[in-house]
């Protein structure tokens, strides 16, 4: 091997190992999954301000009329609530850009923890709610198929 054909190795073995991907989140493990009735759920938001950053109309790109393509940044502050809501034919991931954040699912008997670098995948129907337990605001970059233009 020569030397450049090695540095080069080592420099792509190097990529590979210190990038790191987002860690798919928002799965509840298997034994916990169930219908999750979510007993008082929150339904007002609170230390949350959450602000359109991108939009596209899918009527105009791909012929899907009142719906578009959206990119908001939420910010929760310590104590802060996304309230209860569906994402009933309003799919949407979710990437935790920093902080952490709790989520009560529809669909899971136990709290789903998100920390920064995750994703979690937002559909099928479920509904759900986010509280901030932590110290430190959770910001967090949400991607979704929104009614309305």
Known sequence: MTK???RNALFALLAA????????????P??????????????APKGVTDTVIGSVDLNAEINVPDRQL??????VQPGGIVPLHSHKDRPALIYTL?????????????PIQHKG??????????SHYWINHGKVPAVLLSSDVHHGN
């Open 4 to 6: 450049t054909t090695l």
């Open 17 to 28: 190992t210190t990038v790191a991907s987002p860690a798919l989140a928002g799965e509840c």
């Open 30 to 43: 298997a034994a916990k999954a169930g219908v999750n009735p979510l007993t008082g759920a929150p339904t």
């Open 70 to 75: 959206r990119t908001r940044r939420l910010v």
């Open 98 to 110: 920093s902080g952490a954040i709790t989520e009560y699912r529809s669909s899971c008997m136990v």
């Open 117 to 126: 670098g995750d994703i979690a995948r937002e559909a099928d129907g479920i």
